[in-house]
């Protein structure tokens, strides 16, 4: 089964950073897209970044441009969400989810209505004081 775990959320100021980790295991997949998302209370799942594993191309939701970095260990196996200057408004539950289909890198990877219920992991608690 595959089986995604994602940690590394908590308590920052503003301006502050973390990093989260997303650990996969299960994966029979040659060719797959992990990505992050997240869920503010009271609003709807969002992507926020994804990465390739066949060649480790990248892209970012507008308000994680600039500010966080989407990573990879060489194994593949752990997917990485550095979060610098972090706002308020990034405050949310944090989740890694996998995309096994063979498709070009594009927007719709951050789209989580394109990720089976069964490629989810579960959430980290970001929280950014002010």
């Known amino acids: 089964d595959v089986q995604l775990q994602a940690s590394g959320g908590g308590l920052v100021q503003a301006g502050g950073s973390l990093r989260l980790s997303c650990a996969a295991s299960?994966?029979?997949?040659?060719?797959?897209?992990i990505a992050w998302f997240r869920q503010a209370p009271g609003k709807e799942r969002e992507g926020v970044s994804c990465i390739m594993s066949r060649d480790g191309s990248t892209i970012y939701a507008d308000p994680a441009k600039g500010r966080f970095t989407i990573s990879t260990d060489n194994a593949r196996i752990t997917v990485y969400l550095q979060m610098d200057r972090l706002k308020p408004e990034d405050t949310a539950v944090y989740y890694c989810?996998?995309?096994?289909?063979?498709?070009?890198?594009?927007?719709?990877?951050?789209?989580?209505?394109?990720?089976?219920?069964?490629?989810w992991g579960k959430g980290t608690q970001v929280t950014v004081s002010s």
């Open positions: 989810a996998v995309d096994p289909s063979p498709r070009r890198l594009s927007s719709l990877h951050l789209n989580p209505n394109d990720y089976e219920d069964e490629y």
């Open positions: 299960g994966f029979t997949f040659d060719d797959y897209a």
